[in-house]
Structure formats: structure tokens, C-alpha cells
């Protein structure tokens, strides 16, 4: 079984950055899909971006492409969320999630593990 574990979140600035780790444990596989996700208070939960646990082929939500950056760190079986150029609109509760099928998704409802999340506060 796989668990989860976000940490990094915090209060900056706009225009700050961030950098969001998800530590794993339990078996992983190359195969499967580690997904980053985000809720705002009254908002559903939204998509922002996915990574092969074997580090090839990256996904991003229009609104965080050019700014975020997704990678995985086998050695340390972690995967982060580098986040520049932050702005208000990103604020929110960020979610680490695996996808255990081999297919890539970006609905949340294939994601069958999630981590407890972390919070991320960007004031203007």
C-alpha cells in the first residue's frame, strides 16, 4: 500500500516561490501517475499537474504552465512542485495524489491515493 506526504506550503508574497515535496512510501511503480491537485476555499478540486513516477512525460494545467515545475526524485521516492512567479490565485489547500493505472488522467477521480494536503497562501 502507498501513503503519502505533502509538505512545503506556506505564506509568500506575489511573485515568490515555493517548492511543494509529496514523500511516498510504501511500493511504487514507474508505471504509475503522481498527480498535484488544488482546492480554494468554495472551489472543486482542480488539476495542475502530472509526472510518471518514472520521471518521463510531464502535464500541466494552463494556469500553471511556464510557472510550476513537477519532478520526482526516485532516490528519495519523492515528488515536488516547484512554483514560481506565485500569484493570489494560487492560493489554496495543494494535494500529492497517485493514479495507479497506466494511463495519464487529470480528473481527480482517477487518483486512488491522496496525501492529507498542505496549504499554500500567496498575498497580493
Known amino acids: 500500500q502507498v501513503s503519502l506526504v505533502e509538505s512545503g506550503g506556506g505564506l509568500v508574497q506575489a511573485g515568490g516561490s515555493l517548492r511543494l515535496s509529496c514523500a511516498a512510501s510504501g511500493r511504487t511503480s514507474s508505471t504509475y501517475v503522481m498527480g498535484w491537485f488544488r482546492q480554494a476555499p468554495g472551489k472543486e478540486r482542480e488539476f495542475v499537474a502530472a509526472i510518471r513516477w518514472s520521471g518521463a512525460n510531464t502535464y500541466y494545467a494552463d494556469s500553471v504552465k511556464g510557472r510550476f515545475t513537477i519532478a520526482t526524485d526516485n532516490a528519495k521516492n519523492t515528488v515536488t512542485l516547484q512554483m514560481n512567479s506565485l500569484k493570489p490565485e494560487d492560493t489554496a489547500v495543494y494535494y500529492c495524489?497517485?493514479?495507479?493505472?497506466?494511463?495519464?488522467?487529470?480528473?481527480?477521480?482517477?487518483?486512488?491515493?491522496w496525501g492529507q494536503g498542505t496549504q499554500v497562501t500567496v498575498s497580493s
Open positions: 495524489a497517485a493514479d495507479r493505472s497506466v494511463a495519464v488522467h487529470m480528473a481527480s477521480r482517477f487518483y486512488d491515493v
